[in-house]
């Protein structure tokens, strides 16, 4: 059974970095082919995929994002790392991470979901 | 950047058979999938590669995918199936979600 969970800072002051992490079971980063996303939604808009890597370290990115995050793995704690730097209140979502099996491009599993709030 | 354009709403009578589009540029080249997704709930993907259902989504959700339109079509729709539901096909490395649209059974 695949879960995923995502966890950080519920306020974040402009201007600072933003770290989440997201923490799966149910798969391993090591297997040929898979990948986590970091997918986000500000409240009452829709979806907007922000950064994926994949079980070989190659790492993909949004392209109006791309400067500002940083995707990364430690794959013997099953986590995936998702850093944004220079936050400004426009960030304010919901941050989801989810699973991309291997040589597919959607995402089947998702985690419950991070609210994440912007603000001086 | 690629783009896929969702009507920002539907409304369809319980029993009725509501189809939601999403356009994009040559669209039906590339795989879609559509995520239906509740008020303060996670997303559940319900169409993925065009037309097939992940197992435990119900045989009245069904798609299809040509020229620049994917469909997403609800037969027989029920009260559960209110909610928001998005698109999503991947383009030169990167991912690529709808607009969204919100599925009212009145």
């Known amino acids: 059974q695949i879960t995923l969970k995502e966890s950080g800072p519920t306020l974040v002051k402009p201007t600072q970095t933003l770290t989440l992490t997201c923490t799966f079971s149910?798969?391993?980063?090591?297997?040929?082919?898979?990948?986590v996303a970091w997918i986000r939604q500000p409240p009452g808009k829709a979806l907007e995929w922000l950064a994926l890597?994949?079980?070989?370290?190659?790492?993909r990115y949004s392209p109006s994002l791309k400067s500002s995050l940083t995707i990364s793995k430690d794959t013997s704690k099953n986590q995936v790392v998702l850093t944004m730097t220079n936050v400004d209140p426009v960030d304010t979502a919901t941050y989801y991470c989810?699973?991309?099996?291997?040589?597919?491009?959607?995402?089947?599993?998702w985690g419950q979901g991070t609210l994440v709030t912007v603000s001086s | 950047s690629y783009e896929l354009t969702q009507p920002p709403s539907v409304s369809v009578s319980p029993g009725q058979t509501a189809s939601i589009t999403c356009s994009g540029d040559?669209?039906?080249?590339?795989?879609a999938c559509w995520y239906q997704q509740k008020p303060g709930q996670s997303p559940v993907l319900v169409i993925y590669?065009?037309?097939k259902r992940p197992s435990g989504i119900p045989e009245r959700f069904s798609g299809s995918n040509s020229g620049n339109t994917a469909t997403l079509t609800i037969s027989g729709t029920q009260a559960m199936d209110e909610a928001d539901y998005y698109c999503?096909?991947?383009?030169?490395?990167?991912?690529?979600f709808g607009t969204g649209t919100k599925v009212t059974v009145l």
């Open positions: 989810a699973h991309r099996r291997s040589g597919q491009n959607y995402f089947h599993y």
């Open positions: 149910g798969f391993s980063l090591s297997t040929s082919g898979g990948g």
């Open positions: 890597i994949y079980w070989d370290d190659d790492k």
């Open positions: 040559t669209l039906g080249d590339k795989y």
């Open positions: 590669q065009d037309t």
């Open positions: 999503q096909t991947w383009d030169s490395n990167t991912y690529v």
